[in-house]
């Protein structure tokens, strides 16, 4: 086994290889359709063997079919399971020897095997957080109730003219949803956040009064999903639907063009959980970020 760094002509072959995982690491095809390069593949011999594929520039994106198998009803195939385990621990380790790692983003599986290889390197997560991966496999349904007539959502696309109208949201999404426990964030990091959100994605806000009290955005776009987030409303104005019509008007939106939906949700977020549900979303698998110091 061994990691092999991919070149431009290996993104069709990366591509054919992620299309069946791709709505559970929707950020990693993002970078893959973009060639935004620092892509790296897991494989026996050659690139023309794909054991997995994943993304590393201090964050770790990745994407590992052969680590989420369950084998534990056949002994043979757990003991071969076990040493591949070992071995690509091992080419794990040797790669991300001597390199900066901030942050582990992708499924719970392969990411705690990656984890325990860190950890018996002397390198453990300070912390990691855990969610579900959802996706839409039905037509969207629409909020049961209309918004008021001081009610309105608009697409955001001018960060000149909405940053600052959309700023005190964007922090107080990442401060809940996205920044390490205790860490501060910033204006300069929730703005340099938020430009790129409305260069590169798909981000409504809803206005009632004249003032913004809940946004949603895309946050990847990959070959075949779009991946939802930014999904907050200002503590002041929720149970009014606000998300669940932003949501309502991303999803329609998207599906639109062709490609289809997912997003992750902190598991103990109850009240995402069920209102994704309500929407249409089902649940899938379990996804993990860890931060490093």
């Known amino acids: 086994m061994k990691i092999i760094e991919a070149v431009e002509g290996d993104i069709p072959k990366l591509k054919e290889f992620l299309l069946p995982w791709e709505s559970s690491c929707v950020t990693l095809c993002s970078h893959i359709r973009k060639k935004k390069g620092h892509i790296f593949i897991v494989s026996n011999q050659t690139a023309a063997d794909i054991l997995g594929v994943f993304y590393f520039d201090k964050t770790l994106l990745y994407c590992f079919p052969?680590?989420?198998?369950?084998?534990?009803?056949?002994?043979?195939?757990?003991?071969?399971?076990?040493?591949?385990i070992k071995e690509f621990q091992s080419v794990?380790?040797?790669?991300l020897d001597g390199k900066k790692l901030c942050c582990l983003n992708g499924s719970a599986k392969a990411g705690q095997i990656i984890i325990q290889a860190l950890e018996e390197n002397g390198n453990s997560p300070y912390q990691t957080n855990n969610y579900n991966t959802m996706e839409l496999l039905q037509t969207p349904l629409p909020p049961p109730e209309n918004l008021s007539c001081d009610d309105e959502i608009k697409r955001c696309t001018d960060p000149d003219a909405e940053l600052e109208y959309l700023l005190p949201l964007q922090k107080m999404y990442?401060?809940?949803?996205?920044?390490?426990?205790?860490k501060q964030v910033t204006d300069l990091e929730a703005s340099a956040q938020l430009k790129s959100i409305l260069k590169d994605q798909l981000c409504f806000a809803l206005w009632t009064d004249g003032e913004v009290v809940a946004k949603a955005n895309t946050n990847a776009i990959g070959f075949d999903y779009v991946q939802l987030g930014g999904v907050y409303t200002h503590p002041l104005y929720r149970k009014n639907y606000y998300a669940w019509n932003l949501v309502y008007t991303i999803c329609t939106r998207v599906l639109k063009t062709g490609r289809k939906l997912s997003l992750f949700v902190k598991e103990r977020n109850n009240p995402a959980n069920e209102l994704y549900k309500r929407i249409g979303f089902v649940p899938g698998g379990k996804y993990i970020i860890a931060y490093f110091k």
């Open 92 to 95: 794990m380790m040797d790669f």
């Open 174 to 182: 990442m401060a809940k949803e996205v920044a390490p426990a205790g």
């Open 66 to 84: 052969f680590l989420e198998k369950d084998n534990s009803l056949d002994e043979a195939a757990a003991a071969t399971a076990a040493g591949l």
